[in-house]
């Protein structure tokens, strides 16, 4: 077996082992809900062309990653593990990608190996990468753009076609990064020093114009079905989120944070901009930093931060964490060893314990859908039920107050989510009509239940902070 495919080998390993392993369990929560409840939507309702939370229109982001999602629900069911897929072959296709660009670029298989070893292990990019979000696919997008620059570099007429079709994955993934390739492509080309050749060159302006087609068609087709559509997703969901820090956070020092928590890279990362900065004559080494500086500095100064930021600027820190472990050859082959070694250490503990990544936090709602679908014996399950018929199955039904109809909010995009399809959603009046004329399951707000009718006398089973599980007895 060569050299390199033991490098793949070594990192399939910590692939399976950071982001496959415990990435089935938890439940989905906050952005990762929303987006797998617009899949859920499209898989369902076929509006493939008109994204939906429910029933309310989404116009905040591309649907390319929602498409992808909705696919693979079409293929497997809608469930939480189909929903994870498309971001975990992202980003395993990810690990292997900066691999082959770090070879390219350095033609050192060490540097190849560590930018690999690094990116995957980086705490945020794994966070992120192992549920429903699209970072994964942005940052597939992001590394196909830096091999096409090689490929331009060497002239090859697939050079440009490469950068377009990766300028429309990331459009169409997450917008507002998708305009760091052409600023990459600018500083790439000032470094190497063949702006004049390039600007000559008919291909290139064919990649351009084969990279803006797509973005420009969907924005046209989009703004016709939903007027508005271009003003909000260019003003309000990147100007000013940006600006103003709404939906993330505003901590000025969060980046320092993160960079601190970046071990065990952060000592490699710090002497590798030193040794890339004695290489600054190199067109890789200068991009590198001079495009990781400008992103970072551009970060800083937003006023909106989140970790999930970085993760488009993780390729140049882990390929300049490299080439700090390179630096040193005892520290090299130490690296190495540990990642030998440790694989199947860790692979074999996060196998056998229970390390949740996203623990599970909606327990009443799987009970009520587990009794919602498989008509258990009550006798044996409740006691209180003995005097029902012993296997009569007691529909569940959905109980929706007035402050949280209509809205988007957890408690419904979780019953959308995780509940089957058609089961019952009451309002106020439903609720007291129903409740009459026959036995139900009820699953209700917790934080609601307080505010039923008392006429109704529910018999409450099972409760946890989000939901409430009751028994509506009908009247005698």
Do not use: C
């Amino acid at each position: 077996m060569s050299e390199r495919k033991k490098d793949l080998l070594l990192l399939s390993f910590w692939v399976l082992l950071v982001f496959w392993v415990r990435a089935w369990n938890g439940d989905l929560r906050a952005d990762a809900l929303s987006y797998a409840v617009i899949a859920k939507g499209m898989a369902e309702g076929g509006h493939w062309l008109d994204p939906r939370i429910i029933d309310i229109p989404y116009q905040n982001k591309p649907p390319l990653f929602f498409w992808l999602v909705a696919g693979f629900f079409k293929l497997l069911g809608v469930g939480f593990y189909a929903a994870k897929l498309p971001a975990l072959i992202f980003a395993t296709a990810d690990v292997f990608l900066i691999y082959l660009v770090a070879l390219k670029w350095f033609k050192e298989r060490d540097i190849a190996f560590f930018s690999a070893f690094s990116f995957a292990t980086t705490r945020w990019l794994v966070r992120d990468f192992t549920t429903v979000r699209p970072e994964s696919l942005l940052v597939f997008a992001l590394l196909m753009g830096l091999y096409s620059f090689s490929l331009i570099s060497e002239k090859k007429k697939s050079g440009p076609y490469l950068l377009g079709l990766s300028f429309i994955l990331a459009y169409m993934a997450k917008m507002s990064f998708a305009f760091l390739l052409p600023l990459w492509f600018f500083i790439y080309a000032l470094g190497s020093g063949r702006v004049r050749e390039w600007l000559w060159w008919p291909h290139l302006y064919g990649g351009a114009l084969f990279g803006f087609s797509v973005p420009a068609l969907w924005l046209l087709m989009f703004e016709a079905r939903s007027p508005g559509y271009m003003r909000n997703i260019f003003i309000r969901e990147t100007f000013e989120k940006a600006a103003q820090g709404f939906d993330v956070g505003t901590d000025k020092l969060m980046y320092l944070k993160e960079f601190l928590l970046y071990q065990p890279w952060l000592i490699f990362l710090l002497v590798g901009v030193v040794v890339l900065w004695r290489e600054r004559k190199n067109p890789h080494p200068r991009f590198i930093l001079t495009g990781g500086f400008l992103m970072g500095f551009v970060l800083q100064l937003s006023t909106g931060k989140a970790a999930r930021y970085l993760i488009p600027l993780t390729p140049m820190l882990a390929m300049t964490a490299a080439h700090g472990i390179v630096r040193f050859k005892k520290i090299n082959s130490f690296m190495r060893k540990f990642a030998l070694y440790a694989a199947p250490v860790f692979l074999v503990f996060l196998w056998t314990v229970p390390v949740p990544i996203n623990p599970p936090k909606f327990h009443t709602l799987h009970l009520a859908a587990e009794l919602g679908k498989e008509s258990p014996d009550y006798r044996e399950t409740f006691a209180f039920l003995a005097k029902d018929a012993a296997r009569t199955k007691i529909p569940l039904v959905q109980w929706a107050p007035g402050p949280l109809a209509g809205g988007v909010n957890e408690y419904r995009l979780s019953n959308y989510f995780y509940l089957p399809r058609g089961t019952p959603v009451w309002d106020d009046a439903s609720l007291k009509r129903g409740a009459g004329k026959g036995n139900f399951l009820l699953l209700a707000p917790a934080p609601y239940i307080d505010k039923m009718p008392p006429e109704l006398k529910p018999v409450l089973i099972h409760r946890d902070r989000y939901h409430a599980l009751l028994l509506l007895r009908g009247r005698d």
